[in-house]
T-cell receptor, first 117, second 112 residues
Framework: NAGVMQNPRHLVRRRGQEARLRCSPM?????VYWYRQLPEEGLKFMVY????????ESGMPKERFSAEFPKEGPSILRIQQVVRGDSAAYFC???????????????FGAGSRLTVL | AQSVSQHNHHVILSEAASLELGCNYS??????LFWYVQYPGQHLQLLLK??????LVKGIKGFEAEFIKSKFSFNLRKPSVQWSDTAEYFC??????????FGTGTRLTVIP
């Protein structure tokens, strides 16, 4: 079991470019969560998705950020027109079902570190 | 709004010293509590969790945590730390929502 796979591990973009971060959940997991870790801060929830559905995007910035989890393929976090303040580590986590059902925990990926020049 | 506080930002200990990292949360209802660890350059790993039952939970690598409901706390402890425990430790709380709220983390440095 390869765990939660994220790529790229490191991404450098110039201001105004687009960043795409990919996350493949653990085998058998159909729930994906994205978190952002800014320097000197904890992880902040961004969005929670199931296959083809956004369930909770209350932590997503209103502009430039979007996420999807298509029927086939990985979940993608897209940041358009990046700015320096987007530089952070972006972590993906997955779970087999909703966290509210039973004793589920999140399994995290290794993260994608975005640097905006 | 829910929040999780970790008051110790950086803790430095010598090997064999005892460890206690504080975690307090603000939420009046039923909670699930977690401690995650992030070793340098690695992903977050679950150390231990509390869902219900015995408020003293044992985790991996000799860690334990105690849920004290009256104090809204879930402090992490280890009687004798090792150099390999150097890492960042995150407390997290799940309330009724389908996500976790994390503290800002505590960086532990263990000196050999």
């Amino acid at each position: 079991n390869a765990g939660v796979m994220q790529n790229p591990r490191h991404l450098v973009r110039r201001r105004g470019q687009e960043a795409r971060l990919r996350c493949s959940p653990m085998k058998g997991h159909s729930h994906v969560y994205w978190y952002r870790q800014l320097p000197e801060e904890g992880l902040k929830f961004m969005v929670y998705l199931q296959k083809e559905n956004i369930i909770d995007e209350s932590g997503m910035p209103k502009e430039r950020f979007s996420a999807e989890f298509p029927k086939e393929g990985p979940s993608i976090l897209r940041i358009q027109q990046v700015v320096r303040g987007d530089s952070a580590a972006y972590f993906c986590a997955s779970s087999p079902t909703t966290l509210s059902s039973g004793a589920n925990v999140l399994t995290f990926g290794a993260g994608s570190r975005l640097t905006v020049l | 709004a829910q929040s999780v506080s970790q008051h110790n930002h950086h803790v430095i200990l010598s090997e064999a010293a005892s460890l206690e990292l504080g975690c307090n949360y603000s939420y009046g209802g039923t909670v699930n509590l977690f401690w995650y660890v992030q070793y340098p350059g690695q992903h977050l790993q679950l150390l231990l969790k509390y869902f219900s039952g015995d408020p003293l939970v044992k985790g991996i690598k000799g860690f334990e945590a105690e849920f004290i409901k009256s104090k809204f706390s879930f402090n992490l402890r280890k009687p004798s730390v090792q150099w390999s425990d150097t890492a960042e430790y995150f407390c997290a709380v799940r309330t009724g929502a389908n996500n976790l709220f994390f503290g800002t983390g505590t960086r532990l440095t263990v000196i050999p």
